[in-house]
């Protein structure tokens, strides 16, 4: 079965600096998706970006990006420029055949001013 | 607004008591997921609809738990016999699924459900 890891409950960066996020799965799949959601306190999970498994190069999205190492089953999240609104919690999450998503438990991000 | 939308977004009930929710997908979307949230957990997956078809229910879903998509549109939550442990937020999410190739699920509010 896949499994999702998220190891930092908890985690804060000052505004304006960089901050990342770790996230490792376990998958005997080879065709697959990997998510980052967020998910403010008004509770919609909105999506910060995503990757497929077959692409070698690493997504961004503005001030996200992520660090995606398949051999190693890591997809960490960067996030420059921290803003106050990127305070949030943040999800890592996978997809494969089924299309079910699979997620971490989290890691509670804290922007400090 | 074309996001999706659920209701009721809170829901108070007494133990014992059938409760139902509602999720209108994006028009669009094939594809209906239900997952349940308690604080501080990521959510957890329920069940998905392929248009009409219930194509998978997890174990977590006793059989006090029925989902519907008559007609492949909306979808329905039924919790029968309330308790206290079914206090969680139901997260629904819609997706448009063509074969190989994800697309992003778009994901609604939420309903909060209290169980008293």
């Known amino acids: 079965a896949q499994t999702v890891t998220q190891s930092q409950p908890e985690m804060s960066v000052q505004e304006a600096e960089t901050v990342t996020l770790s996230c490792t799965y376990d998958t005997s799949e080879s065709d697959y998706y990997l998510f980052w959601y967020k998910q403010p306190p008004s509770r919609q999970m909105i999506l910060v970006i995503r990757?497929?498994?077959?692409k070698q190069q690493n997504a961004t999205e503005n001030r996200f990006s992520v660090n995606f190492q398949k051999a190693a089953k890591s997809f960490s999240l960067k996030i420059s420029d921290s803003q106050l609104g990127d305070a949030a919690m943040y999800f890592c999450?996978?997809?494969?055949?089924?299309?079910?998503?699979?997620w971490g438990l989290g890691t509670s991000l804290a922007v400090n001013p | 607004d074309t996001g999706v939308s659920q209701n009721p977004r809170h829901k108070i009930t007494k133990r014992g008591q059938n409760v139902t929710f509602r999720c209108d997908p994006i028009s669009e979307h094939n594809r209906l997921y239900w997952y349940r949230q308690t604080l501080g957990q990521g959510p957890e997956f329920l069940t998905y609809f392929q248009n009409e078809a219930q194509l998978e229910k997890s174990r977590l879903l006793s059989d006090r738990f029925s989902a519907e998509r008559p007609k492949g549109s909306f979808s329905t939550l039924e919790i029968q016999r309330t308790e206290q442990g079914d206090s969680a937020m139901y997260l629904c999410a819609s997706s448009s699924y063509e074969g190989r190739g994800n697309t992003e699920a778009f994901f609604g509010q939420g309903t909060r459900l209290t169980v008293v």
């Open positions: 990757q497929e498994a077959y």
């Open positions: 999450a996978y997809t494969g055949n089924n299309r079910k998503l699979i």
